[in-house]
């Protein structure tokens, strides 16, 4: 059963639809539409994912809006501002119950995850207790699915508190974003919230000694009139030697696949993700394209 609220505020209506796997909020705006995702919490889906396979998501942020540390132009759950949560985080008390009766009904019913995956509306390792619900995660994985993978998506903006890193380096997919090494670029693409320095988060980065996978967005287009194209060597080829560098067991290269919350960004072509991929390939670091 589908529940309409309406939600009129500065001239936006917010239609949000509550059902057991997504709320996609439906943003109609100065005449264009724009579809973000809010995603419920602690759990949701499974879904099935360009890069991981049938997903069983993990939301450690609140149910009701987004909390993150970078507030990207591109991002399916639309800009920071525009969907602040009211309500809290969940526990990792809420967490560990949650996971566990969604593993158990999937165990008598289906479908088998391949992966449990950390995303949802933000960063997760933004939550206080995200170590110790890692270590939960774990533990379930292996009473119900031990097949199954654990995996992080994560911007890597908590790679300084060591139990954030200990935690990543426990699971088996520490998927960490690196769109650019370019700062310019990352504070009008990814808009960092706080503090970034892109140079220290490499050097986190390679201290994982290749336990990483790195996942980078190409795109194209403008934003408020000034060019966002990263497929172009200026940006590739830095990118590039610092990723040798890294030297993570895999790259994820990937483009724009949903609606975005700022107008005038376009998909990476087929053509300029594969040639990029080649480049990974030449210099034997492993990567998967998603288009």
């Known amino acids: 059963m589908v529940n309409e609220e309406w939600l009129f505020e500065r001239y936006s209506l917010f239609i949000i639809f509550h059902s057991s796997f997504f709320y996609p909020y439906l943003c109609i705006q100065r005449k264009r539409i724009m579809a973000t995702v809010i995603y419920p919490s602690p759990i949701f889906g499974p879904v099935h994912s360009r890069r991981l396979g049938v997903s069983l998501g993990i939301n450690l942020l609140p149910a009701d809006g987004k909390f993150c540390t970078f507030d990207c132009i591109y991002c399916e759950c639309g800009f920071n501002g525009d969907h602040r949560p009211h309500q809290k985080l969940p526990t990792r008390e809420e967490v560990f119950h949650a996971l566990e009766t969604r593993l158990q009904d999937m165990k008598l019913n289906g479908p088998k995850p391949d992966v449990l995956t950390f995303a949802g509306n ?87 000694k290749g336990n990483l996978i790195v996942q980078t967005l190409f795109m194209k287009g403008t934003f408020e009139g000034e060019n966002v194209d990263n497929t172009t060597d200026e940006y590739v080829l830095p990118w590039l030697e610092v990723v040798k560098e890294i030297n993570p067991r895999q790259v994820m290269i990937y483009t724009i696949d949903r609606e975005t919350p700022a107008p005038n960004l376009l998909k990476a072509t087929h053509e300029e993700l594969d040639r990029i991929g080649k480049l990974l390939l030449e210099a034997d670091i492993p990567c998967s394209v998603s288009y």
């Open 122 to 208: 933000g960063e997760p390792t933004a939550h206080p207790q995200f170590a110790g619900i890692i270590e939960d995660t774990l533990r379930l994985r292996d009473n119900y699915f031990p097949e199954a993978k654990v995996s992080v998506l994560s911007n890597s903006t908590f790679l300084h508190k060591p139990e954030v890193f200990e935690a990543l380096n426990k699971i088996d997919n520490n998927i960490l974003k690196l769109d650019t090494i370019d700062a310019t670029y990352i504070n009008k693409v990814d808009r960092p919230t706080g503090h970034y320095d892109v140079l220290q988060v490499i050097e986190y980065m390679k201290a994982f």
